[in-house]
């Protein structure tokens, strides 16, 4: 059986992708056999004309896994903006079960799998055709979450407003990754502490500015069987 973790964070450009790419590079070098999966993604890159999942690319550079970018996301738009709106702009409504179609095929080619989300967890997939939240696909896909927070000024409201929808959704919490971390800033040492006093959920990890590992104790533990 594959098992799976989704990366969800608690706003835009905090730092998904950077943290999914260290921990499928651990992961992997660790001995496992370890992919990666994005439902959707928006904003993608423009190379020589050619529209790139940049997100998807950078991961498998990472984690040095030579294959096509495309096979690893099921959603592709050229707008930078939510989900939602850019597949209503480009016309191709986001879909739960081309979503989960894809995850199973990649089930079949990996042992483990992190998933990672768009945006934050509030983040609307689909307001048109069918209702579809980014929750939903969580739930759906039958994983539990990590979230990534900045380690900076601001951190303990939305972290602690994440983790209070996250458990108001259903889904189960396995850890907080500090993403942009200075060890040696007293707020920021607060800032850990307090996450974790306020929410019961454990910082699994903190990762400083251009680090290029990841330590997690146990890591594959995090990982649920899907």
């Not at 439902?39 to 040095?64: M, N, R, T, W």
């Not at 179609?101 to 989300?117: A, C």
């Amino acid at each position: 059986m594959t098992k799976g973790i989704f990366i969800t964070a608690t706003g835009t450009d905090i730092g998904k992708t950077y943290i999914s790419g260290l921990i499928v590079k651990k992961m992997r070098e660790l001995g496992f056999n370890c992919g990666y999966y994005k439902p959707a993604l928006s904003g993608a890159e423009i190379v020589e004309g050619k529209l790139i999942p940049g997100d998807c690319k950078h991961v498998l550079e990472e984690a040095k896994i030579k294959d096509n970018p495309f096979d690893f996301v099921s959603y592709v738009f050229k707008p930078a903006v939510s989900p939602h709106l850019a597949a209503q702009i480009e016309n191709n409504p986001i879909k739960l079960q081309k979503i989960l179609n894809d995850f199973e095929e990649l089930k079949k080619k990996f042992d483990y799998i992190v998933v990672e989300g768009a945006g934050g967890i509030i983040c609307p997939f689909n307001l048109k055709e069918e209702k579809l939240m980014l929750p939903d696909v969580i739930k759906s896909l039958g994983l539990d979450i990590i979230i990534v927070a900045s380690g900076s000024l601001g951190t303990i409201n939305s972290t602690v407003l994440t983790v209070e929808y996250a458990k108001q959704q259903g889904i189960n919490i396995k850890g907080i990754i500090l993403n942009n971390f200075n060890p040696n800033d007293e707020m920021q040492i607060d800032n850990k502490l307090q996450v974790e006093n306020l929410t019961g959920i454990k910082v699994i990890s903190t990762v400083g500015n251009n680090d290029k590992t990841i330590k997690i104790d146990d890591i594959q533990s995090l990982f649920k069987e899907v």
